[in-house]
């Protein structure tokens, strides 16, 4: 695709961006540092759909950037994805959390906050037009079926939702949970397997 081509759409995910950082849509950007938007090219094959964002992502106003996108990172290198390739967002674009001290703990959002960010969501993937969208855990995919989902029950299957191709896995933070448990191995090799399902979709000719 020429930049010609790509430039209206580019355009318009910056407008979009934009506007997103005054967001009152829900409550939560009043204790939030910043919105957090999806960042990556405009025509990236693969969307990768997070929860929200965490204290690192928070602060630093980017996507998958703490513990659990360092992991995430590891596992694309694997997989030979490149992440600057790909678009990576979140369903809800605040931090929702609890102060404890000087701690910031991680609340997981409601289907308020869900169901409040879910236009910006469909916006960015009207814009990028990926050809594959992968919902990273139970939050993501709920944002995008608009329904409650069972991860367990389609995960690692491609689902033909509307106009989108959508693949269901689990966020990397799981992972990060297991870390010290017998688990980890066995789901890390999955999640490996299926992000080379995904980029055989994405990269088929």
Same mark, same amino acid.
């Given at each position: 695709?020429?930049?010609? *081509? !790509? ?12 506007? *997103? ?29 997070? %929860? ?13 950037? +703490? ?40 609340? =997981?959002?409601? !289907? ?33 079926? +608009?329904?409650?989902?069972?991860? +367990? ?8 939702? %509307?106009?989108? &191709? ?10 990060? =949970? ?5 688990? &980890?191995?066995? %789901?890390?090799?999955? &999640?490996? %397997? ?6 055989? &979709?994405?990269?088929?000719?």
């Amino acid at each position: 695709m020429t930049q010609s *081509a !790509t430039l209206p759409r580019q355009n318009k995910l910056e407008q979009l961006c934009a506007e *997103a950082q005054s967001c009152r849509r829900c409550e939560l950007y009043k204790h939030a540092t910043q919105t957090v938007f999806g960042e990556g090219p405009i025509d990236a094959p693969i969307f990768f759909v997070a %929860e929200q964002p965490g204290d690192k992502e928070d602060s630093a106003g980017r996507p998958l950037i +703490g513990p659990a996108g360092k992991l995430f990172d590891s596992c694309l290198n694997e997989a030979h994805i490149d992440r600057a390739g790909c678009y990576i967002t979140n369903a809800v674009k605040h931090f929702r959390h609890v102060q404890r001290g000087k701690r910031r703990l991680h609340q =997981r959002p409601s !289907t308020s906050h869900i169901e409040a960010c879910r236009w910006w969501l469909r916006q960015e993937i009207e814009l990028v037009r990926p050809k594959i969208i992968v919902a990273l855990g139970a939050v993501a995919a709920r944002s995008l079926f +608009g329904k409650p989902v069972k991860i +367990g029950q389609i995960r690692g299957r491609l689902q033909e939702y %509307e106009d989108d &191709f959508i693949f269901v896995t689990i966020h990397p933070s799981y992972l990060l =949970r297991l870390r010290a448990q017998t688990g &980890f191995d066995r %789901e890390r090799s999955l &999640f490996l %397997e299926e992000l080379g399902k995904i980029s055989q &979709f994405a990269y088929a000719t």
